[in-house]
C-alpha cells in the first residue's frame, strides 16, 4: 500500500476509474485521496461511492498532497498549472503525474515553474474494467522510484509498460484510440453476423468473447499474431475465404493508417501547453 496522499484533478472518466481502481485494489485508502472538478456533482458522486474527500479547487486539493494527478484535458493543462503555480502549491518533493494526450514532461516543467519530478502516462478507456493499458515515461527531474509510484498506481487498473517518452504520441494513436478502432471492428463483424441471421445480442456477445480470447491469446503465449491466424486457417476453408475478403478491402492498411493518422492529431494536442 502507498503512503502517499494523492490530489486527483478531473473527476470525468478517467479520473474516477483512476480513484476507484487505487481504492478497490488496496494500493491508497480513500481518506488519503482529495478529488476536485469544476463539476461538483462529479466530486459528490465519487466521494458517496467510493469514500474520497472533496476540494473545491485544485490548489485546495494540491496543498497537502505527495502526488497530483492531472486528469484534465489537454487544453486545461496549461490554467490547471498555472492555477497550481499561483496558489504556491507545488513543491519540488512533490510529483505531478499527466494523463493528458500529447502534452510533453518539457512542457509540464515549463507548466509548474520549478524543479519537480513530472511523470507522463497514457492509460485507456478499458481501465474501467480493469483490463487497461498504461504506458508511463520521466520526465527531466523524475526517477525510477517516481516511476515505480506511477505503475504501481495504474498495474490496479490492468497492464502497465515503462517506455521513453519520444514512443507516446504513437501509445496515444495506438492504445488510448485503439479501443475505438476495435468496438467499429467489433459492430462491424457482429453486423455481418446479423445479415446471416443471428440475432443482434448475440452476434455481439459472440464477438466480444472472440476478440477477447484472440486478444489472451496473444498475451498468453507471446506467439506471433500472423501465427495464431494460420492456425485458424485450413486450406480451402471459411476462414480464408474470410481473410481474403478483408483483404480487398484493404483492411491492414487502412487500420494502419487510423494509428498514424491518431498519432498525428496526437501531437497537435498538447501544442497549447507549450506557451509559456
Not at 507545488?90 to 493528458?100: C, E, G, V
Not at 518539457?106 to 485507456?124: F, H, K, T, W, Y
Not at 498495474?155 to 484510440?177: A, F, P, Q, Y
Request: glycine letters at 10%.
Amino acid at each position: 500500500m502507498l503512503s502517499h496522499h494523492i490530489a486527483l484533478i478531473g473527476a470525468g472518466t478517467m479520473g474516477r476509474t483512476i480513484a476507484t481502481g487505487l481504492v478497490n485494489a488496496g494500493v491508497v485508502p480513500a481518506t488519503q485521496i482529495t478529488v476536485t472538478d469544476h463539476d461538483t456533482d462529479k466530486t459528490d458522486a465519487l466521494a458517496h461511492d467510493v469514500g474520497v474527500h472533496t476540494a473545491r479547487t485544485a490548489a485546495d486539493a494540491a496543498r497537502s498532497a505527495d502526488v497530483v494527478i492531472l486528469c484534465v484535458k489537454p487544453k486545461d493543462v496549461p490554467a490547471t498549472l498555472h492555477a497550481l503555480r499561483d496558489a504556491r502549491v507545488l513543491r519540488p518533493d512533490m510529483l505531478l503525474i499527466s494523463i493528458a494526450a500529447g502534452v510533453t514532461t518539457a512542457s509540464l516543467e515549463r507548466g509548474v515553474g520549478i524543479d519537480m519530478p513530472v511523470v507522463r502516462v497514457m492509460p485507456n478507456t478499458p481501465c474501467l474494467v480493469g483490463q487497461g493499458m498504461t504506458v508511463v515515461s520521466k520526465g527531466t527531474h523524475g526517477t525510477d522510484e517516481h516511476v515505480d509510484v506511477a505503475r504501481e498506481m495504474f498495474t490496479t487498473l490492468g497492464r502497465c509498460l515503462i517506455l521513453e517518452e519520444k514512443h507516446m504520441d504513437v501509445v496515444t494513436g495506438l492504445s488510448g484510440s485503439g479501443p475505438a478502432f476495435v468496438y467499429v471492428m467489433l459492430e462491424a463483424l457482429a453486423d455481418g453476423g446479423v445479415m446471416c441471421g443471428l440475432p443482434r445480442a448475440i452476434a455481439t456477445e459472440l464477438v466480444a468473447q472472440v476478440a477477447l480470447g484472440a486478444a489472451t491469446m496473444i498475451l498468453a503465449t507471446g506467439r506471433h499474431p500472423s501465427a495464431l491466424k494460420d492456425d485458424v486457417t485450413t486450406p480451402g476453408g471459411c476462414t480464408i475465404a474470410g481473410l481474403l475478403a478483408l483483404e480487398d478491402g484493404k483492411i491492414r492498411s487502412v487500420l494502419a493508417r487510423a494509428v498514424e493518422t491518431a498519432t498525428e492529431t496526437a501531437v497537435g494536442l498538447g501544442a497549447p501547453a507549450a506557451a509559456p
